[in-house]
């Protein structure tokens, strides 16, 4: 399911009449993503094993058609398209229903321990008010009362347990970082048909992030991951694969010098810092 698609397109109104009530009563649109309006949403796609993907490029509002407007939007867009995480996280959607799996797609993975460990610090502040009884207060806590419990477990288990990342275009430095973000977390995206995207030389962008590291993790995170998280047929999509490729041993390969005309960020030299 696109969550981005059904939050902004209008979707859940067609697919839950009480999400459909709450809207015509407020009058403002859809409820912001915390709420508990999507939890029958959140219920058919745990009950069927439909992980919920949130797509990064449209979360972001409109900007304007000056010519400042991409340029701002390749700035803040990236923290638009990680938004639904702590929206899920403090509305306790995976406390509600924990086999609910949700995929942040078509984006960076190097923000990703940073921004678990900022979560973990207010998951962390909110618990010990709770339990302090009003004796330690806090200045979270007064502004997320009553979460702590509401909340269930902390963000790192809740991505643990039930997040991954579409890691478009990936980098070398966000490959390093494969074991804090979990291996079994990230799935390699080309980004196609955009300019950004990898495509033509999405072998090339995959050589560039991978070549070096052990062939296993290569494999999971080139596809391996995507088949669990999605259920795909290894074993019907194994004829098509040993035709097409790539094979991990090609990937393994270094590449000397990137693509003249590439467009994808992935061969940009300073890689490390990513803007989108």
């Known amino acids: 399911m696109d969550l981005d698609g059904a939050h902004r397109a209008g979707g859940p109104d067609t697919a839950q009449p009480r999400l459909v009530r709450l809207v015509h009563q407020g009058g403002s649109g859809l409820p912001e993503l915390y709420s508990s309006a999507y939890d029958p ?6 009950e069927l094993g439909v992980p919920v ?19 701002v ?8 398209s990680r938004r639904a995480l702590w929206h899920l996280v403090f509305g306790g959607a995976f406390r509600r229903h924990p086999g609910l799996r949700l995929v942040l797609t078509e984006q960076g993975a190097g923000w990703i321990p940073g921004v678990l460990d900022m979560l973990d610090y ?5 618990v ?14 007064k502004f997320g009362a009553g979460l702590a419990e509401a909340m269930g477990k902390g963000p790192s288990e ?4 039930n997040c991954f990342v579409g890691a478009g275009f990936m980098r070398p430095h966000e490959a390093a970082l494969r074991d804090r973000i979990g291996l079994d977390k990230i799935m390699w995206g080309s980004d196609y048909p ?17 070549a070096g590291l052990p062939r296993d993790e290569i494999a999971a995170m080139a596809g391996g991951n995507a ?21 991990v041993s090609e990937l393994d390969e270094p590449l000397k010098e990137p693509p003249a005309d590439a467009t994808s960020p992935v061969f940009a030299a300073g890689g490390a810092v990513r803007v989108w």
């Open 158 to 161: 809740v991505w643990r347990d």
């Open 73 to 80: 939007f390749m700035v803040e867009t990236t923290w638009f």
């Open 128 to 141: 010990a008010a709770a339990r302090s009884r009003g004796t330690a207060k806090t200045a979270e806590s």
């Open 53 to 71: 993907d949130h797509h990064a490029g449209s979360a972001s509002p409109p900007l304007g058609d000056e010519p400042a407007a991409r340029a």
């Open 41 to 46: 949403i959140w219920a058919v796609c745990a």
């Open 122 to 126: 207010y998951h962390a502040r909110l």
């Open 227 to 247: 088949a669990r998280v999605y259920g795909f047929d290894l074993e019907r999509l194994g004829t098509i694969a040993a035709r097409v490729g790539p094979a």
């Open 194 to 210: 955009h300019d950004e995207g990898t495509h033509p030389y999405s072998r090339e962008g995959l050589r560039t992030a991978y």
